[in-house]
Each structure stands twice: as structure tokens, then as C-alpha cells.
């Protein structure tokens, strides 16, 4: 008996505490993080009739739409209703997308909610989220073949999901940054480094891609080690932001710079660009223009930045005419950001959200209000000063301790009921 004692004894310290406080706030933290993604989406009604909405929860049905069939997207409210035991992705959210359900992607399948729908929502994009597949390795979260601990990050350019260790760029902390745009969209996007150099937040590390630096400003020299092995050094230019020395963009020149010619091959991902004469050329006002006039360089690597950092960008007329012709305009709209989105659900849901209590006590008359309030404090006081002892003397709070103190309540509430008397005028 002695053994077995001590070894259910050495296996209750093995096994992690959890206590009511860190069930109660783990529990909080999970209804809000759930609000947050789908607070801003109806629950009950298909969001068809709203037609692209500018962000909402998203689900692919790969029961329904497998992969080999055509990618179809589903909102929150159908996957309720017309996909219930369904094997469903979550998509997280996406921007100005129609919902498909029941359209002519779903062969055997009518929206119960909205059945009267367009056979084809040409606006909607797709990728190979809709299939369960992320990343440029195009696997599946969770992995099941993947050992490697690694958080998966959104672009907010295509909306895919990418693995930390495959954006050419080591993420920063959590917290650090408020979005990401991956590597591909770097490249389309390319007037997206001259904001980069200022605004833009990464962490230098000495084995990242060769490239080391003088992060306590003991002179300006960084070396790039080519793949042949070979040493060129080349000095920082102006403008380096004042982030830290473990958060700096990296700025640098080389001595063979060219202008940008929007070529994607290698060479031109290293290349520095440094054109003096767009200072000239530059309508007045140009944020975009100005930054170009300075040196900055372009790499095969995703980006992060920091909160609002999309009102830093150009709104002149020909830089709202590019981000149409790249189709980003929503880069200049605060209310497309994943924060705003969840901001608002987390507002409605603090909205909607009501107190048990307050709403047991409107039901009530004055009497009954005011013995309730009375046996809430005493039952808070008591369960406080219970819970105090199992602090005070470091001891685990079990199952069978909280079931004996609301016996124990019970009993001296029937007790002081008994006990009272009544008298009749």
C-alpha cells in the first residue's frame, strides 16, 4: 500500500495543476478569441444577400467541394445550417467574397438559407486554402508529418497562411508586428520596399542569409558573403529607423546599383536602387516618389510592419491609380485590416454580452433582490475564505474539496432557515 501510495503520489506531481482562476480565464480567452473571428459574421443568416462582404469568417466544405472539384467558399451561417456534419476548413476570414453554398459548385446540395442564388460569384478568389493546403508547401494545418513546431502567419495581401520558417525572413516576436506580407507579394507588389526601408520591423540575425552587421553602430559595414564565397563590403546608407538594436530594417547598398526594371530574377532581388532624379520628376506631395529618391534594396523575403502602418502609404492620384492597377486598394483601408474586424465582433460581443446575475435580479421584486445579493456575498466571502486556506498552506484544490464546501453551504443556509421565526401581526 506504502508503494502504490507513493506512486500515485510522485504521478499527482507529474501531472500539471490547473486551478479554477486558469480554467475560468482560459476559458475567457478562447469565447474571446472565438468572438473576434466570427463576432463580425451572422451566425444565422447567409451572407449572400450582402453581396462581397468586405471581410468575414469563411469555411470550405471538402465533403461537398473535394479536392479535384472547383474551390467554393461557405459563410458562417451555412456552415451552421447546410453543413453541419460535414467535414469543414476554416478559412479564418477573407475579403470581399460572396458566399457559394448551393451555387453550381455544390452538385448534390441546395442552400437551405438562400436558395435563390447566382450560379458563379465571379468576384470571389481562391487558393489552395479552400482545399485544407497552406503555404508555398502546400500542407495541411495541422500537419500531421510535420514535427517542427512553427506558427502559422496570414499574408494580408493574398490571405494565405504561411509557416514562419519558409518567409525568407525570421518573424519577430509575437506583438511585435501587426501584419505580414509574404515574399510573392513583395515581388508584386514592389514599391512596397521604399516604405519598407522606413517602416517596416525584422530581426538582423548573423546567419541570416550571410549577411552580418554592426547592430552597435561600431561603424557602418556590413559584409554579404555571394556563393562563391567571395567578401564585398558596402556601406549603410541615411535612414535607418530608430527601432533598437535587436529590431532594424536592413538598408544597404551595394556598389553595382541599378534602377528597377520589375524583373523577379534573383539578381534583381539583391540589387540596390538608388535614382536621384525621380526628386525632379516627382509630383509634389508623392510620399511613394520621395522614399524612392533614397536608397533602399529588394529582397526574396516577406515583410512585417507595425500597427497602422498602411496609413504611412501615398494617396496621391497616381499612386491610388497603381494600387488599383495591383489591385490592393484595400491597403488604404483601415476597416480591411483582420484587427478592425475583430475589434467589432469583440464590441458587439461586449454589447450582447449580459451579466446572469443582473438579469435574475430585474426578474425579482425588492425583497427577493435583496436576499439574493445577500446570499451571492455570502457565498463569495465564504468560497474565498475556503480557497485561501488551499493557498496559505500551498496545497491542490480537488474536485471533492469544492463539492464538500457547497454540502458545507448548504447546510448552514438550511440551517439559518430553520432557525428563523415568523411572526403574524
Known amino acids: 500500500m506504502a508503494g502504490a501510495e507513493g506512486a500515485a503520489g510522485r504521478q499527482s506531481e507529474l501531472e500539471p ?31 449572400y444577400s450582402q453581396g462581397s462582404v468586405k471581410r468575414q469568417a469563411l469555411y470550405a466544405c471538402s465533403t461537398c467541394t473535394p479536392e479535384g472539384e472547383e474551390p467554393a467558399g461557405i459563410c458562417l451561417a451555412c456552415s451552421y445550417e447546410c453543413h453541419g456534419s460535414h467535414k469543414l476548413f476554416e478559412l479564418y476570414t477573407k475579403r470581399n467574397f460572396r458566399c457559394d453554398c448551393g451555387n453550381s459548385k455544390f452538385k448534390n446540395l441546395e442552400c437551405k438559407l438562400l436558395p435563390d442564388k447566382a450560379k458563379v460569384n465571379s468576384g470571389n478568389k481562391y487558393n489552395d486554402n479552400f482545399f485544407g493546403l497552406y503555404c508555398i508547401c502546400k500542407r495541411p494545418y495541422p500537419d500531421p508529418e510535420d514535427e517542427i513546431p512553427d506558427e502559422m502567419i496570414q499574408c494580408v495581401v493574398c490571405e494565405d497562411w504561411f509557416h514562419g520558417r519558409h518567409l525568407g525572413a525570421i518573424p519577430p516576436e509575437s506583438g511585435d508586428f501587426q501584419e505580414m506580407v509574404c515574399q510573392a507579394c513583395m515581388k508584386r507588389c514592389s514599391f512596397l520596399w521604399a516604405y519598407a526601408a522606413q517602416l517596416a520591423v525584422t530581426k538582423i540575425s548573423t546567419e541570416d542569409d550571410g549577411l552580418v552587421r554592426n547592430i ?28 533598437g538594436k535587436d529590431d532594424v530594417w536592413e538598408v544597404k547598398v551595394e556598389q553595382n546599383s541599378e534602377p528597377c526594371a520589375g524583373s523577379s530574377s534573383e539578381s534583381d532581388l539583391q540589387t540596390v536602387f538608388k535614382n536621384e532624379s525621380l526628386n525632379a520628376e516627382s509630383k509634389s506631395g508623392c510620399k511613394l516618389q520621395e522614399l524612392k529618391a533614397k536608397q533602399f534594396i529588394k529582397k526574396d523575403t516577406a515583410t512585417y510592419w507595425p500597427l497602422n502602418w498602411r496609413s504611412k502609404l501615398c494617396t496621391c492620384q497616381d499612386c491610388m491609380k497603381m494600387y488599383g492597377d495591383l489591385d490592393v486598394l484595400f491597403l488604404t483601408d483601415e476597416y480591411d485590416t483582420v484587427l478592425a474586424y475583430e475589434n467589432k465582433g469583440k464590441i458587439a460581443q461586449a454589447t450582447d454580452r449580459s451579466d446572469p446575475l443582473m438579469d435574475t435580479l430585474s426578474s425579482m421584486n425588492r425583497v427577493q433582490q435583496v436576499e439574493l445579493i445577500c446570499e451571492y456575498n455570502d457565498l463569495k466571502t465564504e468560497l474565498k475564505d475556503y480557497l485561501k486556506r488551499f493557498a496559505d498552506e500551498g496545497t491542490v484544490v480537488k474536485r471533492e474539496d469544492i463539492q464538500q464546501f457547497f454540502e458545507e453551504f448548504q447546510s448552514k443556509k438550511r440551517r439559518r432557515v430553520d432557525g428563523m421565526q415568523y411572526y403574524c401581526s
Open 17 to 47: 495543476v490547473v486551478s479554477l482562476v486558469d480554467v475560468l480565464e482560459e476559458d475567457e480567452e478562447l469565447e474571446n478569441e472565438a468572438c473576434a473571428v466570427l463576432g463580425g459574421s451572422d451566425s444565422e443568416k447567409c451572407s
Open 216 to 243: 552597435d553602430g561600431i561603424g557602418d559595414q556590413e559584409v554579404i558573403k555571394p556563393e562563391n564565397g567571395e567578401h564585398q563590403d558596402s556601406t549603410l546608407k541615411e535612414d535607418v529607423p530608430e527601432q
